[in-house]
């Protein structure tokens, strides 16, 4: 991800970035940091960017010229999406974190004095971002706050073991109390049940601290909390077929555009902002075109599993890529793992997944789906820093791979041709499970409607079909590069 800083202050970005973690993902090459410095555009004398705004009022503004001539000097002439930094913009919050994360890079122009001239901010930005109802004295500490809540979504800069794909246990909930050593502190005690070694015991107390804190501190996200968690109910009532649309929300990553209240839900459009992925469920054909206007343009992909709603969306240009069937594993229990060699996946394992995963080629098995959607490079990258990836060994050489998407279901999976039907395709996928379980998530996944082996694999470990078939609708020419 690159972020470049349209700035008075350069040192003032780079000195606040450098430290901690933000600072090790631009040393690493996993983020870069190029602060701009506005002044050095100007054609004025003496490096002045400033002047008395028309019509007269207090301070000066930023003038036109030099900020257009910086911004050009960035991208050369291509759209990339620029941010505004001004108290007048849209407030800042996850989602729009989130967004974020899916660019692979941004401009902020940081404002200082009383403003910019409207002219070049007609012509640059493309979004303005506000961090809270005060003012600063310049936009340089609001666009630091933005980078740091994006950069630590891209892959890689919070490192494998805390990604942040792990904490969406109590999403839209405030953190629940934290303890650490001495067990007594103050002669206030540790919560027993912190001490009990018991996990669910502790999941269930936690769960119930956030709950109470949200509802006591931030009844507006309690509301959301609650809203998000009806529709879960609603849903699960066909768990099979809206487990997709389930998980999406549980784990804090799909927001709803549209669902029914009460009890008789037909219609559902939930989206995902983090790999623009969209599903929907309609009751009908009109209920359906109403959803489908809903979609934010950016949508790559989205799962139906009516066929009413592939019409509508081939109407919209996008074009039926995958029919899959999707499967999931509601037990609790973990399964299993007779194969004990299966580790996750780091960098060092890029171009063997890739090899097997993008290519389609040579001893590529059944990659039939990554070549139809034009899985990529980049893909694998993204979920490999993640800590999605995950590899099965055999006397230490790698025999395949498997783990979960960005949408969140397990897939990705590939053996060598020579290391099939040993069992080794259940281990490596039970140890997938156990991993998504342990994560609190309801493991599920999608299998193409045609791969038997697939299917029989699904049914040996325990898996339960949904009934329907979906379907995987992609964006058509937008659509290369990515996939969910
Ligand atoms: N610039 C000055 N105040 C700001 C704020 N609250 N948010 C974003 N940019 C700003």
């Not at 631009?26 to 004025?44: F, M, P, Q």
């Not at 407030?91 to 004095?113: D, M, N, S, W």
């Not at 897939?411 to 997938?432: H, P, V, W």
Request: hydrophobic share 35%; proline share 4%.
């Amino acid at each position: 991800m690159k972020f470049h800083i349209l700035t008075l202050f350069p040192e003032m970005i780079l000195q606040g970035l450098r430290p901690g973690i933000i600072g090790r993902a631009a040393e690493k090459g996993i983020i870069s940091l190029n602060a701009v410095n506005i002044r050095d555009y100007t054609e004025e004398r003496h490096g002045k960017v400033d002047d008395y705004p028309y019509g007269g009022g207090a301070g000066m503004l930023l003038q036109a010229q030099p900020v257009y001539v910086a911004h050009r000097a960035v991208t050369g002439g291509r759209r990339v999406r620029t941010i505004y930094m001004t108290p007048q913009g849209v407030p800042l919050t996850q989602k729009t974190v989130r967004e974020l994360a899916g660019e692979e890079e941004l401009i902020f122009l940081c404002g200082h004095y009383e403003g910019i001239d409207e002219r070049v901010l007609e012509e640059i930005v493309t979004d303005s971002i506000s961090i809270g109802d005060y003012v600063l004295t310049g936009g340089e500490l609001a666009a630091m706050v933005v980078i740091d809540a994006v950069s630590r979504l891209v892959p890689g800069v919070l490192g494998n073991e805390d990604s942040p794909e792990e904490e969406s246990f109590f999403n839209d909930l405030l953190e629940y109390p934290q303890y650490s050593r001495p067990e007594s502190w103050h002669g206030k005690s540790v919560p027993a049940v912190l001490l009990s070694g018991n996990h669910r015991e502790v999941a269930a107390w936690r769960l119930e601290e956030a709950r109470k804190r949200t509802a006591l501190r931030r009844p507006d996200l309690y509301e959301r909390y609650q809203e998000t968690q009806r529709l879960i109910r609603q849903l699960s009532k066909d768990k099979r077929n809206n487990i997709h649309m389930m998980e999406s929300l549980a784990r804090g990553k799909g927001e709803i555009l549209y669902a029914d209240a009460g009890n008789g839900m037909k219609n559902a459009a939930i989206y995902d902002g983090s790999c623009r992925t969209a599903m929907l469920t309609a009751g009908d054909a009109g209920s359906g075109r109403r959803l489908a206007e809903l979609l934010p343009a950016e949508t790559e992909r989205v799962l139906v599993s009516q066929a009413f709603l592939e019409e509508i969306l081939e109407e919209k240009q996008y074009r039926p890529s995958c029919r899959y069937r999707q499967v999931l594993y509601p037990q609790r229990t973990v399964l299993p793992v007779k194969h004990k060699d299966i580790r996750r996946l780091g960098m060092e394992s890029y171009e063997y997944v890739c090899a097997r995963y993008c290519d389609g080629t040579g001893d590529a098995g059944r990659q039939g789906e990554a070549r139809r959607t034009g899985v990529n490079r980049q893909y694998v990258k993204e979920r490999i820093l993640a800590g999605a990836v995950y590899g099965i060994f055999v006397e230490e050489e790698p025999v395949g791979f498997g783990g979960y998407h960005a949408d969140g279901g397990l897939g990705m999976l590939y053996l060598e041709e020579n290391s099939r039907r040993k069992g080794l395709g259940t281990s490596l996928e039970a140890y997938i499970i156990n991993r998504m379980l342990e994560r609190g998530w309801i493991p599920y996944g999608h299998v193409e409607a045609d791969n038997m082996p697939a299917m029989g694999l699904q049914e040996k470990l325990g898996l339960y079909f949904a009934a329907k078939t979906y379907c995987r609708m992609e964006k058509t020419l937008a659509n290369e590069g990515q996939v969910c």
